[in-house]
């Protein structure tokens, strides 16, 4: 709720901005939290995997869309917007992908993107 009341209050309410820097290291230290353990990455991941993981996918497909649109809105406002809700969402939707790659590393594995569409090895 805080960053959509950001976003909704023009300006600096109150004389500060309700997502700051401090909520961006919160999900920072989450994702290097969730991160541990995970095999590292040596090709894209394709969505899919566990039905969690599906959905991590495609929360994190949503937070993308609402990052482009806050970068429009910082483009065209950027005295009334607060540049730390777009490292908040570029943040959460990096978080969303490293809890994608946890949720299948519990069972399933993760759909690893092979260029000619071949299957990964």
Known sequence: FDLVADLAVPGQADGK??????????????I???????EPLKTFVLPGGS???AWLHMSRTVCRRAERLVVALVREEPEQTGIACLHYLNRLSDLFFVLSRQANDQGQTDVLWRPG????E
Do not use: F, K, M, P
């Open 51 to 53: 039905e969690a993981a």
């Open 32 to 38: 290097d939290e969730a991160n541990q353990g995970l």
């Open 117 to 120: 569409g071949r299957e990964a």
């Open 17 to 30: 901005l309700r997502i700051t820097q401090e909520y961006v290291a919160r999900i920072e230290g989450w």
